[in-house]
């Protein structure tokens, strides 16, 4: 099983960057795919970008062209490159495996307009 902690977030004006960092704890991290969801206020959390233990990826269209997703298993890092920010991308961001284990704190993206 692995364990994941979610950082980086932050305030960032429209048109803006961030990088998000999910850093895993444990063992056979290159196994696993990781996908980094989001959670806006009062609506479903949504997968938003997925990285497979191969390193294939996958965006929602919604920020397909903004957002790039990688990943570093020598140092068992996922990263979230979130570029030209938009007030809609405001959410509390987490990543978790595809088999769903439990749900960090995440880290708040907030984009002022």
């Known amino acids: 099983q692995v364990q994941l902690v979610e950082s980086g977030g932050g305030l960032v004006q429209s048109g803006g960057s961030l990088r998000l960092t999910c850093a895993a704890s444990?063992?056979?991290?290159?196994?696993?795919?990781i996908g980094w969801y989001r959670q806006a206020p009062e609506k479903q959390r949504e997968l938003v970008a997925h990285?497979?233990?191969?390193?294939?990826?996958n965006y929602a269209d919604s920020v397909k062209g903004r957002f790039t997703v990688s990943r570093d298993n020598g140092k068992n890092m996922v990263y979230l490159q979130m570029n030209s920010l938009k007030p809609e991308d405001t959410a509390v961001y987490y990543c978790?495996?595809?088999?769903?284990?439990?749900w960090g704190q995440g880290t708040q993206v907030t984009v002022s307009s």
């Open positions: 978790n495996t595809d088999e769903l284990g439990p």
């Open positions: 444990g063992s056979m991290f290159s196994i696993y795919a």
């Open positions: 990285v497979s233990s191969g390193g294939s990826v």
